[in-house]
């Protein structure tokens, strides 16, 4: 609120408190310097985390990791896949995803993505033949149709990973997201539901894939003992396997722990913004905020919507332009110069596929950031903020 009773434009970018309990137990590690997982013998904070994490998504397996691109890497060589397989990605998803593969000596191959900003069931059908493995991103906690996707997958006997970085909480006929394909890999760089600034988590219930990931991510010598699993799968793997060096570190777990227990109602609180502001948008014809599928219950801290009717680039810039007017920041994916979410940007790939849905897609698609720590007065100044740029620019 300024001085004179006006509402401000919220902030969207400041992250909520992280709880008071990871002060004393940060305090507790920087006086004993014990910062590496693997130098206590037993319930270092990282292996508690995994533990805990775990047993929240109803997984047999977790192994926290730098970050959720690290995360994907191991997944991929878990998976043991041969130099230069192909594996499918959704073309709408975060730089870090096709470079993930090209880390892991595999080739992306990107396949299209509708205006609901889901993958293109016929071109994932279509690219599936000469596919080896599937990475199926759920970009901005968007759930493409998994059943179609496993459905089309086992049948063929192809590996489907999941990107959950940004899923945290989302449930697909009551099941985890995360925990549908053979990997899992989540998020907790600060824009997710859970901030650590950096580190990342996946979840398996396969236990050779626990077990080469855990030895990969840097479980050197018998460190692997450290882990919850199979002692079986692990001596398989003993010295077989490279040592990437991408394990997670105390203190980061000291900070995540903590938030565990928030993540129900940062979950419903951030359904509770998204529906909120997306009933007005709706309302409006300007814009259009595509529906969920059917089985899909979200988890999101932002909304996506399209623009409706804006004829040129032109128009859906000064849209763009007329919100940041009004204090509220629009990233329109395709119309932002070096958008790491626009394909055509990602040239370590060479050149870019011809992905005419997506692109089409990507140069109408509106992205605003709603934390769930916002109040309903924030969420409305944003909607009718929005609104009236749109009738400014339309009127
Ligand atoms: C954030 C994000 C990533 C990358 O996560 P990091 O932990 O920063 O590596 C990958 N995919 C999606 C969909 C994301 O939102």
Not at 260 to 270: D, H, I, N, S
Request: proline content about 5%; charged content about 20%.
């Amino acid at each position: 609120m300024a001085a004179d009773g006006t509402l401000q434009a919220p902030n969207v970018y400041d992250a909520e408190p992280i709880p008071e309990a990871a002060r004393a137990e940060i305090e507790r590690l920087l006086t004993s310097g014990d910062l590496f997982r693997y130098t206590a013998p037993e319930g270092a904070p990282v292996a508690l985390l995994e533990e805990e994490f775990a047993t929240l998504l109803g997984s047999r397996y977790a192994l926290a990791v730098s970050s959720c691109s690290a995360a994907l890497f191991l997944s991929l060589k878990a998976l043991d896949l041969p130099r230069n397989a192909r594996v499918l990605i959704p073309a709408f998803t975060f730089a870090a995803v096709p470079s993930a593969v090209v880390h892991a000596d595999c080739i992306p191959v990107l396949v299209e993505v509708g205006e609901n900003y889901r993958v293109d069931m016929a071109d994932f059908e279509a690219k599936l033949a000469d596919a080896q493995a599937v990475l199926i991103s759920h970009m901005r906690g968007h759930t493409s149709d998994m059943d179609a996707i496993m459905a089309l997958c086992d049948a063929r006997g192809i590996p489907v990973l999941e990107d959950a970085a940004h899923s945290l909480g989302t449930e697909w006929h009551g099941r985890k997201i995360g925990t549908i394909g053979k990997i899992g890999c989540f998020s907790f760089q600060s824009y997710k539901m859970i901030n650590a600034g950096e580190g990342g988590i996946l979840v398996t219930d396969d236990p050779e894939l626990a077990a080469r990931a855990v030895i990969m991510s840097g479980a050197y010598e018998h460190n692997w003992k450290k882990h919850h699993g199979l002692q079986n799968s692990y001596m398989l793997w003993q010295n077989r396997l490279p040592l990437y060096n991408m394990r997670m570190q105390n203190l980061s777990a000291a900070v995540i722990r903590p938030q565990l227990p928030e993540l129900a109602r940062r979950v419903a609180q951030g359904r509770f913004n998204h529906d909120h502001v997306a009933d007005q948008l709706n309302a409006s014809p300007y814009f259009e905020v595509p529906a969920a599928l059917a089985p899909e219950q979200r988890a999101p801290d932002s909304i996506q919507f399209n623009l409706l009717g804006f004829e040129s680039d032109a128009q859906a810039k000064a849209f763009q332009s007329a919100a940041k007017a009004r204090g509220v920041s629009v990233q329109i994916f395709g119309l932002s110069e070096d958008n790491a979410r626009a394909f055509w940007n990602w040239q370590f790939l060479g050149d870019a596929p011809e992905l005419p849905k997506t692109r089409a897609m990507l140069m109408r698609a509106c992205d605003v950031r709603l934390p769930t720590r916002l109040t309903e007065s924030e969420l409305d100044f944003i909607a009718n903020a929005l609104i009236a740029a749109a009738e400014e620019v339309r009127g």
